[in-house]
């Protein structure tokens, strides 16, 4: 069996499943709402694995399911070494998400990296601690400020309601996911302009690390059906 | 084959510790989990990319030691007399970038001198003891961060600038862009964010227009940064000649002596650089003593400002291709932060015996 894995809730799995129905495959979940198990029709051996968007990247990783959909923020934050693991055969179009950078509206000095890191000094000099940044992406905001030259800060993790950090007092800044930036907007919160780290959308992965023998039919009835040139380069 | 080799670097690694004790060292030990708080205060959050990070419920985050420059410091701030030499003789642990073949665990076996005599003097022991232990067919390099530390500080710009431009100095692509800003007469920055229209009532006015205050950062250190971006605007830039010699210094790759000729030339428009350059020539006379060919030697302006150590002085290493074998440099400036009001000039290095059986003949 070829195993696709779609996200197992909300808003992103809503979306996945119309945009295959479009391409005339039916994911539907069996048993109760609450089951997560699923099949398809449209093509044959084929089966559906519902999952934690933050869970397939790692189940592609190890090879567990053959495709996978979800963002390209987890991929990037989860798997260091995609390259070589993972393979994006589709953008979908949906789920448009940027990781940025986030201040107080209130820091009417600060509207850029540069800012902000000019700012760190100032904190760290002022409070004795480093600026503090909430984000659950840790290593792609290291590897954001790292490439910029942004010192003296350190990331707090957030995994959750990360835009209440800041008046909360437990961070002065945040790292997250924003679609529309009516979060950001309700928690009194700016972005900086050239703090975008990363542009997310729903893609369809496949695993190079899955065994994909003897699945040749299957491949190639997806393949036509999908209009995927190959899976697997 | 695993064990062989791992008994291989460890006998190499005896081999150079004994040498170490033979050249006047004290061997130490040092412990393998450090304070996460301290290595995260002095090198910023990249250390977590670098080092392995474990917990404890009671001592808070440790770190695995990624060098032991940090415990060899501590301990001889609080414990060591003067002057001392150290030998020690163990694992680091390094986490490496996603796909690298790079080791995450190997053996350093180290030699620090902290000795506030004659630095020029221990610059050139430290190197040619390495120098003298390490098989001749390596790649040299070396450097001298302090040069280019007090071209930065004898800049005819403000202290603010020049804070700004130290802060970065081992950030050379941050650093670079500082100083493209600087050497500008309007710079964009400043402009934006300086609110030079608004009186203090305006400025009040814009806070409260951006809506709820919220956070740590308070009122008063917006307003005291947009202070200093309004006196930041009214500097002149740095001039084309200064700019031209930090630029200088960061491209320029010789042999040591003949760096020393480009050096005067840069004196004559940034004086403050008179007491890196004798320094520089005192290192060449201790090296010459020493039997090390200056004429010979490579010297690069922007060696030593990528490495973890943050040195500020003297930096060398010896290589085998891209193979890393020994490294070192002088950091008297981390010696000060450790040790909280107190300091000693302090420079020393580290040979990678595994490196050491890979690459020489030696095994």
């Known amino acids: ?233 | 084959m695993q064990n062989e080799r791992r008994a291989a670097i460890r006998s190499e690694a005896k081999r150079i510790e004994k040498y170490f004790i033979d050249s006047g060292a004290l061997l130490i030990e040092a412990d393998s989990l450090l304070s996460a708080e301290t290595l995260l205060d002095l090198y910023g959050e990249d250390i977590r990319s670098r080092a392995y990070v474990t917990n404890d419920p009671v001592m808070g985050e440790r770190m695995m030691r990624p060098d032991f420059t940090v415990p060899i410091v501590e301990r001889h701030m609080s414990e060591g007399a003067e002057p001392a030499r150290y030998t020690y003789n163990g694992p680091v642990w390094r986490m490496q970038d996603a796909g690298s073949k790079r080791e995450t665990e190997f053996i350093q076996v180290g030699f620090e001198v902290f000795d506030r005599s004659n630095p020029a003097k221990s610059d050139a022991e430290v190197f040619s003891i390495f120098n003298d232990i390490l098989p001749n067919n390596l790649q040299t390099s070396t450097g001298d961060v302090g040069l280019l530390l007090t071209a930065v500080i004898g800049l005819k710009t403000t202290d603010l600038r020049k804070a700004a431009l130290m802060r970065h100095l081992w950030r050379p692509k941050r650093f670079q862009s500082l100083m493209e800003l600087f050497s500008k007469i309007n710079n964009e920055n400043n402009k934006k964010n300086s609110y030079s229209k608004h009186s203090d009532k305006g400025l009040q006015k814009a806070i409260k227009d951006a809506g709820k205050f919220i956070g740590l950062r308070s009122e008063n250190e917006i307003y005291s940064r947009i202070s200093a971006l309004r006196h930041d605007a009214k500097t002149s830039p740095i001039s084309i000649e200064e700019a031209s010699v930090v630029n200088k210094i960061l491209n320029l790759k010789a042999t040591a002596s003949e760096a020393l000729l480009v050096f005067e030339e840069f004196e004559k428009i940034i004086p403050n650089m008179a007491k890196a350059i004798s320094g520089f020539e005192a290192r060449l006379e201790a090296l010459n003593k020493r039997n090390v060919n200056v004429d010979k030697l490579p010297f690069e302006g922007s060696y030593g400002l990528t490495s973890m150590e943050y040195y500020d002085g003297f930096v060398f290493s010896f290589s085998d291709g891209d193979t890393i074998i020994a490294s070192g440099g002088r950091y008297d400036a981390l010696t000060a932060v450790l040790g909280a009001g107190r300091e000693i000039p302090a420079v020393g290095g580290v040979i990678r015996p595994d490196a050491f059986i890979r690459g020489g003949e030696k095994c």
Not at chain 1, 22 to 45: A, C
Request: glycine fraction near 10%.
């Open chain 1, 1 to 233: 069996m070829l195993k696709l894995g779609v996200p197992s809730k909300g808003r992103l799995q809503k979306d996945t499943i119309s945009w295959f129905e479009k391409r005339g495959l039916l994911l539907k979940r069996t048993g109760s709402e609450r089951e997560y198990t699923g099949s398809i029709s449209g093509v044959s051996g084929i089966e559906l694995v519902l999952l934690s968007a933050g869970e397939i990247p790692k189940e592609l990783a190890k090879g567990r399911i053959h495709l996978g959909v979800t963002g390209t923020d987890l991929i990037y934050e989860k798997l260091p070494l995609h390259q070589t693991q993972i393979h994006i055969v589709e953008e979908m179009g949906f789920g448009f998400a940027d990781l940025i950078i986030a201040v107080p509206n209130v820091w009417i000095d600060v509207n850029s990296l540069h800012d902000l890191d000019a700012v760190a000094a100032q904190f760290r000099h002022e409070h004795g601690f480093r600026l503090r940044i909430a984000t659950k992406y840790h290593n792609l905001v290291r590897k954001g400020l790292r490439n910029f030259g942004v010192a003296d800060y350190q990331l707090v993790d957030s995994q959750g309601a990360t835009e209440g950090t800041v008046a909360n007092l437990t961070a002065e800044a945040i790292a997250d996911i924003t679609s529309s930036g009516a979060t950001l907007k309700a928690n009194h919160l700016k972005m900086l302009s050239d703090g975008i780290l990363l542009k997310s959308q729903a893609s369809v992965f496949a695993s190079k690390n899955a065994d994909w023998s003897g699945l040749d039919s299957q491949k190639n009835d997806l393949c036509k059906k999908m209009g995927w040139k190959d899976l697997i380069l």
